[in-house]
């Protein structure tokens, strides 16, 4: 009897230490990727992370040390373009720190985790309406050229049905453009043609307001809105999101 007793508490003590190691190994890495478009708020929500313990990796403080590697090891072979150097380079960096917030354009790094569960992918989304304004808020300090709406037509689509995560409009954009950053435009005719090509990319083409989705291509654990949000605010949401996630599977 004493026996029967003796493996069923040692049984129960077995599970336990098993569940204990398995979240400590679960446990001990937390990489997390913020992507999204440039001028959507990745950087400032980074900062954040940062005072919460986390190391910082950002594509453009790689870029060029990336650029640098690239050319040293295929030379004038173009054919071995496709190879990142530069996420190779930040992929190395992060396997040194146990926190590590990535802050990127797009999800290339995903690509260097054996598991897709080794990195926790937050999209960071900012409207159409707020990118115009951060663009004219940076003109001075950090300017961003129109690139950035061509990065948010290659991510987003339109859609009718009810999984929406926004609501736009050519009309509104055109509006917006004119108001905040038609210096960036020859002329209003410049300006028009370039808002019906990215919409056209989304897969609009009327005047009409539409639902738009993330493309199924991309990776995302969570999406978090910025619109009209403090990133103090925008970050203790996302601790609570991440440590969910990162408890006991």
Do not use: W
């Not at 720190?97 to 598991?115: G, M, R, T, W």
């Amino acid at each position: 009897m004493y026996k029967a007793k003796y493996n069923k508490y040692k049984s129960k003590y077995l599970q336990l230490k098993n569940k204990l190691m398995s979240f400590q190994i679960a446990s001990d890495k937390k990489h997390i990727l913020l992507d999204g478009t440039s001028s959507s708020g990745k950087s400032t929500i980074s900062k954040f992370f940062v005072d919460d313990g986390y190391f910082y990796i950002s594509f453009d403080n790689y870029a060029e040390a990336g650029h640098i590697e690239f050319l040293k090891t295929v030379g004038n072979n173009y054919d071995d373009g496709k190879l990142n150097y530069t996420r190779k380079l930040m992929f190395e960096e992060a396997q040194k720190h146990k926190l590590v917030i990535y802050d990127d354009i797009n999800q290339k790094i995903n690509s260097f985790y054996k598991k897709r569960s080794d990195l926790f992918i937050i999209i960071v989304y900012a409207s159409l309406s707020q990118l115009v304004d951060n663009m004219h808020s940076r003109r001075f300090a950090s300017h961003r050229g129109l690139f950035v709406f061509d990065q948010y037509s290659s991510r987003y689509i339109v859609t009718d049905a009810n999984d929406f995560i926004d609501k736009i409009s050519k009309p509104t954009f055109i509006n917006k453009l004119k108001e905040k950053i038609k210096y960036e435009f020859d002329s209003e005719e410049d300006l028009i043609k370039f808002a019906n090509k990215i919409f056209q990319q989304i897969g609009i083409n009327d005047d009409k307001e539409h639902g738009i989705k993330l493309k199924e291509s991309f990776e995302c654990d969570y999406l978090v809105k910025t619109d009209g949000r403090e990133p103090k605010d925008i970050f203790i949401e996302l601790q609570q999101i991440i440590s969910k996630n990162y408890k006991l599977k």
